[in-house]
Structures are given as C-alpha cells and as structure tokens.
C-alpha cells in the first residue's frame, strides 16, 4: 500500500513539475512575445517623431530662406571654368536646385532624374544647378553618368545660398532676385516633391 501511494506521490510530483515547466515555457514565450512588440513600437515610433523633427527642420529653413535677397552681381563659375555674374544665368523665372557634393548621393540622383523629366515638361533653359564642388573631373563624370543637359554652375560655400546640408529647390527672378517658393524634398515622401514641380509648373 505504501508503494503504491508513494507511485502517486512522485508521479504527481512529476506531473506538476512538468506543467509548471510547461507554464513557464508559456509565460516566457508570452513575455518575448510582448518584449518584441514593444521594440518594435518603440523602434516605429523613433523613426516617426525623427520624420516629424526632420520635416520641422526642413520648414525652419523655408521660412528661414524664402524671401532673402540675392546679390545680382553674384560671381559664380560654369562647369567650364569661366567666372561671371548670377543674373546673366536669370532670365525670367528659373527653378534652382541647390545641393552640395557633400549631400546624401541618394537623394540627390533622385532629384537629378526628377529634374530631367521635368525638364521636359518646362525647357532645359529655365533650370540651374547650384553646387558647391572641388573636383571638376567629378562634376564632368557626374553631369555625363546622369545626362544633365541643364547648367551646372559652381557657387561659393558663403554665399547666401549656404549649403544647409540637404539639396534644397527654389524660384529665382530676374526682377527681384530674391529666393522664392523654397521646398526642401524628403526621400521618405517623393510625392510631395512631385506635387511642388507641378504646382511650379503651373505658376
């Protein structure tokens, strides 16, 4: 009798040593279960408050930007090395794209294709390239590699128009010289960059 109720007694030990494992097992993949959700929350909501603190910086600098008055006289360099002044390139209206050799060489070919299909839509003539380059072989293999048929002209790091870190568009006027309807494209939204060179298409 004594045999047979220790046979009980270890085999209901055994039983409840395995179902608490089982429950532990349960509780622990329940637990890494929650602790990866958590993460990757965590993880979206990082790269949602850096969009939203990206884009308030982008508006800063258009409202920063919009409206400051160019010096005519400005002395720039074309890509074959000859110095002359910003309003001889000015006439009428002309969409610039600013940008950097420095800036993000993604999201600058991205704007580069973007320009040569508009420029079908408005004229080759009435866009302008401003960098800020030291190598001129670079800028020739990279006018060439892209096929940019629009000026490419060489402007200086301390002038008004600074490189900001980020390619940057904007209207320029032969009449007032003043910096208008500046947009700063973001990657993450091609969209918007497609809905401001129509809206500027249209102006």
């Given at each position: 009798?004594?045999?047979?109720?220790?046979?009980?007694?270890?085999?209901?030990?055994?039983?409840?040593?395995?179902?608490s494992n089982i429950y532990a097992y349960m509780q622990q993949?329940?637990?890494?279960?929650?602790?990866?959700?958590?993460?990757?929350?965590?993880?979206?909501?990082?790269?949602?408050?850096?969009?939203?603190?990206?884009?308030?910086?982008?508006?800063?600098?258009?409202?920063?930007?919009?409206?400051?008055?160019?010096?005519?006289?400005?002395?720039?360099?074309?890509?074959?090395?000859?110095?002359?002044?910003?309003?001889?390139?000015?006439?009428?209206?002309?969409?610039i794209f600013r940008y950097s050799e420095l800036n993000c060489?993604?999201?600058?070919?991205?704007?580069?294709?973007?320009?040569?299909?508009?420029?079908?839509?408005?004229?080759?003539?009435?866009?302008?390239?401003?960098?800020?380059?030291?190598?001129?072989?670079?800028?020739?293999?990279?006018?060439?590699?892209?096929?940019?048929?629009?000026?490419?002209?060489?402007?200086?790091?301390?002038?008004?128009?600074?490189?900001?870190?980020?390619?940057?568009?904007?209207?320029?006027?032969?009449?007032?010289?003043?910096?208008?309807?500046?947009?700063?494209?973001?990657?993450?939204?091609?969209?918007?960059?497609?809905?401001?060179l129509q809206l500027i298409r249209e102006k």
């Open positions: 009798m004594r045999k047979i109720q220790n046979k009980y007694f270890y085999g209901s030990v055994i039983i409840f040593l395995l179902l993949k329940e637990a890494l279960k929650m602790q990866s959700f958590l993460l990757e929350l965590q993880h979206k909501t990082d790269g949602r408050v850096g969009r939203l603190e990206g884009i308030n910086d982008c508006r800063l600098h258009e409202m920063n930007f919009n409206g400051k008055k160019i010096t005519p006289n400005l002395k720039i360099m074309n890509i074959r090395g000859e110095y002359i002044d910003l309003l001889d390139y000015v006439v009428g209206n002309k969409l060489s993604t999201c600058i070919d991205a704007q580069i294709q973007n320009l040569n299909e508009f420029a079908k839509l408005i004229g080759v003539h009435n866009i302008l390239l401003l960098t800020t380059y030291q190598n001129d072989i670079y800028m020739q293999r990279f006018r060439k590699v892209n096929k940019i048929k629009f000026e490419i002209l060489n402007i200086d790091q301390d002038s008004v128009l600074a490189d900001i870190g980020v390619p940057y568009f904007f209207i320029l006027t032969s009449k007032e010289m003043r910096i208008q309807s500046m947009f700063i494209p973001q990657k993450e939204e091609p969209k918007l960059t497609y809905d401001y």
